[in-house]
């Protein structure tokens, strides 16, 4: 059974940083792309960031790109965000999202939902201006 555990979500004032970490489970995790993706009220899902499974390739949405790090640490299991220079329109349940683990291709696709096949619960970020 997958399983992705988000945790690292808060309150923070505009300017602020946080950590959001996802620890994953049931999956050849080494061999898996991971990425985050988040929801504001009211609004779709939408992507932030994601890694390959060996960590040297990234993507990031065009709202974050400076600002957001993902990383991930194939030893422990986790992906990391990494958010720094926080703003108000950043609010939004984050996601951990995680694709079959099988040592698949990379490319511009993986912005999409469809890229991925396992989610995490969510993990909800507020930034007060």
């Known amino acids: 059974q997958v399983q992705l555990v988000e945790s690292g979500g808060g309150l923070v004032q505009a300017g602020g940083s946080l950590r959001l970490t996802c620890a994953a489970s049931?999956?050849?995790?080494?061999?898996?792309?991971m990425a985050w993706f988040r929801q504001a009220s009211g609004k779709e899902r939408e992507f932030v960031a994601a890694?390959?499974?060996?960590?040297?390739?990234?993507l990031y949405a065009e709202s974050v790109q400076g600002r957001f790090t993902i990383s991930r640490d194939n030893a422990k299991n986790t992906v990391s965000l990494q958010m720094n220079s926080l703003k108000a329109e950043d609010t939004a349940v984050y996601y951990c999202?995680?694709?079959?683990?099988?040592?698949?291709?990379?490319?511009?696709?993986?912005?999409?939902?469809?890229?991925?096949?396992?989610w995490g619960q969510g993990t909800q970020v507020t930034v007060s201006s």
């Open positions: 049931g999956l050849p995790f080494s061999g898996a792309h």
């Open positions: 999202a995680a694709d079959r683990g099988s040592w698949g291709t990379w490319g511009t696709w993986r912005r999409t939902q469809n890229g991925y096949d396992y």
């Open positions: 890694i390959s499974w060996s960590g040297h390739r990234t």
